[in-house]
Structures are given as C-alpha cells and as structure tokens.
C-alpha cells in the first residue's frame, strides 16, 4: 500500500489514555439513572436497562485468567474523524485482558449484522487503520436497527459467532437503537450485550455525561483551517464576500465552534433563529447591514458563516415547504394540475393555491430557488431541502436588499460574492490528537464495559478539556440520556438531540463578542491540524468545550 | 492581536537559507546569456538588460562601511503563500547590510507605486508577517506597469525616497514588466533598480533557472490536503462521485500536482485536451467510461479532477465561445435582436447564426450552461468564462452520457455527484516549511542582487529538491526567459508562460498511472501541512520538482 509520509509517522501514534485505563480496572458503581424527561414511560419500555447506576472506571488489581471476549464492532450513519482508533481501543482493550479475544467488524454498516456480513479484523488489518480517518475499514451504513426480525437476524450470527458484545458506533438514532438491542437481548435473557459509542461530527450528542461526540474536534479543525485561509484572502484580496455553508442540518455547533476559532464577520445559528422566529427578510437584513456597515469603512469584503439546516430553522420557510409539500404531493388533482403548466406560470399558479402569508414568501425567492423548491422533488414528492444552495440565496438576497439600500442612500460599496461548502473536506479527516486519543479511550472503555457483563450503557469519557491522563473514563446508561418524541406520528423513546443552547457559554460568549467581530476585521488563521508540535498548537481541543467547561 | 496558537509558535521559526546566504556573499558572474527565443528582436527592445550574464552567489569576504540602502516593494497580482516572507527575507538582507537601510512597502499593488501611496516597513510590522500567509500586509493589486507615465510617477516617489530598487513580486506578466521598468530606468540612466520575484500558486512561471514560482508549493499541498479527505470520504461511503474542480486558468500544473499527490481517478490536463484537440463529448466519453467501468467492480464512486480552465482548453468550445462573442457583442444589430427574443427562442435562434460545428456544441450543452454562454456577459459582451461551473458541466454531461450507455446495456451504476471548487481555500494559507524558506531566500537573494547594483534580475533559488543548505542562490536576467507574442494584436516581448510539457517527466509519469489510478482505488491521503515533525513530513517539496529533477 503506497501511504503518505505523514500516515506512515502517523501510524507510530500511540493515543493518550486516561490514567484509570493504563493497567488494570476496577469499575465503581455510582448513582442509579434516570431518564432526562418521560421518566415512567421510559423506565416500562425498559425494564432491564432503566436507571441502572453510572460506572467509572479506577485503577485495579489485576484480575488472571479472564476469558477471552468475541466482539463485533459496527460503524452506523455518516463518517466521523477516529472511527478507526475507536476499533483500535476495543481491539487493544480485549486483547490486553486475553489474547484469544476476537474482534469482528459487521461490513457497510448495520446491514452487515442483519445480513450476516462481516470479517475478522486481526492485527495486522487493524495496524494499517490506526490514527486515520475514513470508515473504510470496514465501511457504514445507513440501515436503522428498528425491527424485531433485524434482532433476531443479529442474534443468530452472533450466536455463530459466539459473540459477548455488540458495540455499535453512531449518533443518537444508532446509540438510541443500540439500547433498544440491549433491551430486547436481556428481555429474552440472551448473553449478548450491546454498547454505544457516541460519534458525529455534527456535535449534537451531548449532555452532562457524554462531553462531546467524536469527530467535531477535527472536523471544526479542518473547516477552521479553511475558513481562515480565506479570511486571509477577504482580507488581502479585499473583494469579495465569502458566504461558507458549513454541514450539519439540525444544530449549528459547527458553526458557532468555527466562529468562536475565525472570529468572522457574520455567522447564522439556526436556533437563535428559530428562537426568534426570524423571517428570511429579518435574517437577509441582519447581513445586509454588516455588509453596509463595513462598506463605510471601505471594507467590502467579509466572511459569513452559514449553517446547512438554516432554511428549516426559519418558521415561514418551513410553512411553505409543509404547503409546497401538501399542495405538490404525487399523485394529487393539484400536481398534476401542476405538472401541465407552462413553465413561466408556475409559481403565479402556486402562489395562488397556498396561503398568502407563504405565497409572499415564495414570491419573493430568488427565480432560481423558487424554481428549485416547486421542481426538485424527492420520490415522495417532498421538497429535497438538502439540495437548496442557501449560501446562494442568501447571497442572491443580500445583494437584492443593497440595491434598495443603495437606492434610498443607505449604501455605497461594491458587493462580490464568492460560495464555498464545506463538509465533506473534514468527515474523513485524520482525526487530530484529541480525536486520536478521545476515540481511542471510547473503545478501550467499551472494552472494559463489556467485559464486566455490561449492556445498554454508552462509553463515556469526560473532563476532555484537562490532559488525557485525568480524563474520566467510564460508562452511562443510554436509558438515562432518553426522553419520549414524536416520531413519524409515534411517541418514540429517543436520546434528547443537543442543540446549541442560546443560554450556554458557547453561544453567549459569541454573542458578546459578534458586534465586534462583524464590524472590525478580527479575523483568526488557525491552519492546519499539527500533530508534532507544541502540546498547545496540537492537543487543544475546541473552544465549545473550553468554554462550556470553564462555567 | 488575537492570534492562533499555531501562528504565535509559528512567528519564531527561523526559515532555512542555502549555505551561501548566511555569511557575507560574493557574486560570482556566469556566462552571458540569451532569450529564449527572438533573440536580436529582444535585445534591440532591452539594449541596457539584455544579455547580462547569470549570477551565482559563493561564501565571500565581510565588506565594511556598505551604504544603506533604500528598497521599495510591490506585491503583484493574486496571493499566494509566502509573500510575507519575501519581504521579511528582503527586509533581513538589507538590514544586515546596513542597519540604517530601510524598506518600503508599496500599498495594494503596483498602483501604490503610481499614486505614491507607501509604508515604511519597520521591525515591528515585518515580526507580525513572519511566516504568514496572505498579502495583507501592504496588499496587493492588479495595475499593470506599461506605460511611460507611469514609470515616471514610479521615478518620482523612488526620488524623494532615495529609493536604491523596487523589487517587484508577482507572476510572469508582473516580472516581464519588472524587467520593461528596469530597462527604461536604465535608459535614462537613473539608478533606481528593478529586480523580480516569481510568484504564483498556478506554477507556471518556471524555466531552466527558475525552478518553481512561490506559492505553488503551499497550495497544493492545502488542495491535497482536502482531495485526499474527500477520497477517504468516498471510499468510505462509496456512494458519490466526487468532481473538484481547481483554481488556474490557464496551465494543469496544479492539477497534475495534485493527482500525483493523491492518485485519484480522473485528472484532466488542459494541455493534452489541446494538443489531442479533443472534443468535449470526448473528454465527457472518457470520463464516463471510467465511471462505467468501476461501476463493474461495484464501485460507483470515485474522485475526478478539473482544471478551472478545461473549457478555453477545448478546440470547439474557444470556437463557439469566440463565434458568441462576435454574434452578441454590446451593440451589434443581432444583439439587440436577440435582447428581445423570448427566452425559450434563444438558443434556437443562437443556433441558427452560428455555424453549423458550433451549433451542434452549443445544442449538446445542458441548457443551464447553453443559457450561461449566452447571458452572463462582461462589460465588453465577452462570454465570462471564469463563471462557466465546468465541474457541473462535465458532471451533467457524464450523467447523460451514461444514461445512454445504460440504454445500450453498456453501464450499470449508480451515478451521485457532488461538486467543489478549490482556490481561495489555498491561495493564502501559511507558507509550508519549504515555501518559508524559498520565498525568504528569495527575499533575502534579491537584497544581495540589489547590493551589487544589479538591475532587471530575477531572483532565483535553485536545487530546491536537496536540503536548503545546497540550495543555490543567485540572479537571472529576465530578459533571458522572454520571447516574443502576440498580445493583443501587437508582438511583445514576454516571459514565456510554462504550461505542463506533455514530454516532460511529471506528465510521462502521471500518464504511466492513470489506467491504474482509474479503475482501482489507489487513493493516498497526504493529510496537512505539517510544521514541526519528521523532515520526510515537514520539508519535502512537490512531487512535480522531485520527478522534474531526476531527470
């Protein structure tokens, strides 16, 4: 295999671990769990993984002849910087405590169990894997563990495989399935237990146990190394405003981490937003203004930041999508009314058969956009709102409002803009130091959870702002992370999805400082992630959690 | 200033100089050189600069008492990384000299010099650049130096400065017009010398004594940096096919760079479209039959590379678009019929005023792109190919070329996109270790050009591929790398811009792969930009100079 100079020296990382897990560990029981909301209805759907006690891990006696553990290992949804040190960690961890132990990876995902495809990953696979980024070890997979009949499948190749443990690496649907496994094993008094892992990059899994998900340090890392290239460019070019759309379609995390690491000129969080119940024009001016306010500076350039999710966030956006929705749904009189039109008269014909309030909306979209949410359709018939190119209209928008600006004498400045996406550059990213060794104490904990007999917990490593050696490594009760939702018309019960929250430090440390920041060219050049240097250029991680710890 | 941890430890790296730059230096004159090409046309136009002998620089006695001297700089054209360090090595070079010498930075470009507009460069400004990216610390601009009037508003400012040179730092055009400013300076006898730094991201400003421009080195390591996370992304989810589109307009030297970095699937190189004159449904058949055949494999996923200025490349699309530009241009009667043409009759009628060839090109483009051609014209009525999303173009071609394939049972896959475009994200990062040495050596190289009153030289740092200590430091006359073109009508004398040799060692290489690279997934992930590590991470160059000098 042709590798790069840096992944061959990458390869001899040793992750840093948390003391507790340096020899041999003894798990303290702490408090019995509850659920975060719903606590009855939870504690019925789980009768044998409810308000089981928390578990932190210390340094114990070592224990000899330990059998050896037969596990599988399965990555489940989109990719996150370190998946791989989280395979290496629970490798290492039940080889450490028997040699015989066997690790096995369920290929492209949850599918692998339910299709019974998977492959042994024995030393020398996992050597070539160590600190790189990618899920192509063994890949992942979008198929939700929902089912019985999926249940039953992954019991029958885990039986013939003499499993112990499943250990499933995802976010909060594939962490919520997960606990749903382990439920459903120990009500039919099966052996074999599951463990979750928490990843996304897109930081929404957290809460007072799990610090953060994996993958967001790198991934913001990466993201902050570009946008501060580029507001390196704004700022020598001194032409062009930047509109950067940053992945993530429910919380802005990333964004808000970003920002708090670039300190640009404008940076939209979906759920001060929805908070405020902006309409598009509010949001349009907000960005108007900062642009006419460093145009009299003479600064006609900047950089905003814009989250993927933002249009579902604004609440006259999502009405008119849930009445495009209604109103264009195949199969319907009115679709195929619609269908017949003339291309020119379509949107009239639209506006005319939704409510006024969303039909002054949509007239006043961009051609294109309006265009795009009436056309491109998903095969339901739904508007495909990951395909909306917000930056671009905003963009559009933006400059729409300074011509009237410009017009009443409220602007005078050039306005170019430039678009860029990012999200794809950092989800297969090497995972940084803090990534490297996060993930890989996360699968050296599922290790240890599972060779305790444990099931439905979570591996959990916290004080992640402190150095490696006094990270707190233990495990959590999934069960105690849930609370009931509504889903797809059914009360569910599911992990609580972490949004920024409008009184935590983050977002009001930003708040404090945005006015500045939009005004003067404040602007930070993180560069790239380094993995060689100084301990405070290469294991620092975010700002989200330096801040959220610091309360 | 708030800075980022990487910057603050980055400020104290010493960049490394060739051995011959760290005494006192002596200058050792070559032989007399020739242009390239046009030789008694060249040397009538620069009987003051032409055939000045190459200048190479040995260890040398300390003299004593040298005079001060005053230098003026100009950053040229587009950012590129590194610039800072050219002026910090100018500024260290002529401070050891003399301490009293003093350096000028003239503001947003060669303009600043027109309109006398200019800082001095002190110690403290110069500490905060040291090894940054960016142009921003006297910003840089697009006015050309061409005529009298402004050589003399130039003269006048170098007078009441007592300026001894300017050193101009910029691209092929910016150096052949650094080497016109010399010669008319000379002409009339004043003293003020010229001297020229080669720069640009784009790598196509290199000949025998220039071995690379600055910048280049930098920048694709940061398009690397993404492809190779982009390819691990795709290798991992297996489900898109990934077209990037890279900055340069008119040489693949970026490109090729790239792919030799992280060997993906598809690289389409302007210079070979040319000289096959390759039609695009040819580009598009190659594309998609590569597609097709991973498809076979099962692997409906892969990586294609696209230089930003692939369309200028292809014989028939110049044909058509200069055939548009005459047809529509501002003014002419078949313009004002067209203007008022209905929208759907545009391409019709389009098609019947063109000749039939290009008709043909024009009916096979999708029709965003057919309107694109037609609609978003510059100021002059010119088609504004810089706008063209040709990334799109091809992505959309393909997608219909395999529809059809699939009609005649010649494909089976599944064919997802998704689209980038990388320029801005590389243009001003922080210089990688070798970019902070070569762009100081140049810098601190021209101070010692300019010390021996040497006028209308390039500076130049050759054997780039050993340590810096073997570099070789020294001058090249600038009128030795022009020969003459046509420019707008009139024969110039110009440097002869570089574009990829399709008999030179990188292509021969690159075409050796690209089957394999193709049809297997032979991906390598060369990750960041490395400061502090291993040499073989941290200062190894471009794969393009290393094959370039093994020769």
Redesign the interface.
């Given at each position: 295999m042709?590798?790069?100079?840096?992944?061959k020296?990458?390869a001899k990382y040793q992750p840093k671990v948390p003391k507790s897990l340096t020899g041999a560990v003894k798990l303290v029981e702490g408090a019995k769990t509850e659920s975060v909301a719903d606590q009855a209805e939870i504690a019925k759907l789980f009768p044998n993984t409810y308000g089981m006690p928390l578990i932190s891990f210390e340094a114990g006696e070592v224990k000899k002849d330990r059998q050896p553990l037969n596990v599988g290992v399965i990555l489940s949804g989109?990719?996150a910087p370190g998946g791989h040190n989280v395979i290496s960690g629970i490798f290492d961890g039940i080889k450490k405590l028997n040699p015989e132990s066997k690790l096995y990876g369920f290929l492209g995902g949850p599918g692998g169990l339910v299709d019974h495809k998977y492959i042994e990953l024995t030393a020398d696979i996992i050597d070539d894997y160590r600190n790189?980024?990618?899920?192509?070890i063994i890949?992942?997979g979008r198929t939700k563990l929902e089912e019985d009949w999926q249940y039953d499948k992954g019991l029958e190749i885990a039986k013939d495989l003499d499993l112990n443990s499943l250990v499933i690496i995802g976010g909060d649907d594939s962490n919520t399935n997960a606990c749903v496994l382990a439920e459903y094993y120990a009500a039919k008094g099966e052996k074999l237990q599951v463990i979750g892992c928490p990843k996304t990059i897109d930081g929404d899994l957290k809460n007072e146990m799990i610090e953060t998900s994996f993958g967001f340090d790198t991934a913001t890392k990466?993201y902050s190394?570009?946008i501060?290239?580029?507001q390196?460019?704004a700022?020598?070019?001194?032409k062009y405003w930047?509109f950067i759309k940053l992945m993530g379609r429910s919380a802005s995390h990333i964004g808000l981490e970003c920002a708090l690491?670039t300190?640009p000129n404008i940076t939209l969080i979906s759920e001060e937003v929805e908070e405020k119940q902006q309409t598009l024009d509010e949001v349009v001016t907000y960005m108007a203004e900062i642009v006419a306010k460093r145009a009299e500076n003479g600064d006609n350039f900047g950089v905003a930041l814009i989250p993927e999710g933002l249009i579902e966030f604004i609440p006259e956006m999502k009405i008119l999508i849930s009445e495009l929705n209604d109103l264009l749904a195949e199969g319907t009189d009115s679709e195929k009314e619609f269908k017949h039109l003339k291309k020119s008269h379509r949107v009239e014909w639209v506006s005319e058969h939704i409510t006024p309030d969303s039909a002054k909306v949509l007239l006043s979209l961009p051609t294109g956009i309006a265009n795009q949410l009436m056309l491109d359709r998903d095969p339901h018939g739904n508007v495909q709102v990951s395909l909306i190119e917000t930056e671009k209209l905003l963009g559009e928008m933006v400059d729409t409002k300074l011509a009237e600006m410009k017009e009443a004498g409220q602007y005078v400045g050039k306005f170019g803009t430039?678009y860029?996406f990012f999200g794809?550059?950092?989800?297969?990213?090497?995972p940084s130091n803090f990534d490297a060794d996060y993930c890989y104490s996360l699968g050296y904990t599922a290790s240890v959870l599972i060779s305790d007999g444990l099931t439905g917990y979570m591996a959990s490593v916290r004080n992640t702002t402190a150095p490696a050696d006094d990270w707190i490594a233990g495990g959590v009760p999934v069960t105690m992370m849930m609370n009931m939702e509504k889903r797809h018309g059914h009360m569910k019960p599911v992990i609580q999805k972490a949004l920024v929250e409008l009184d935590g430090a983050p977002y009001k440390y930003f708040k404090s400082k945005r006015g500045e920041w939009a005004y003067n060219t404040?602007f930070?050049?993180?560069?790239?992630?380094?993995?060689?240097?100084?301990t405070?250029?290469c294991d620092?991680t975010t700002e989200t959690l330096k801040l959220e710890q610091a309360k």
């Open positions: 042709n590798i790069s100079a840096l992944q020296e990458r989109g990719q790189t980024g990618g899920f192509d890949g992942s990466v190394e570009l501060g290239n580029i390196r460019d700022n020598s070019a001194k930047h690491k300190q430039q860029h794809y550059e950092g989800r297969c990213a090497a404040c930070i050049y993180p560069g790239p992630i380094q993995y060689f240097g100084p405070e250029v620092v």
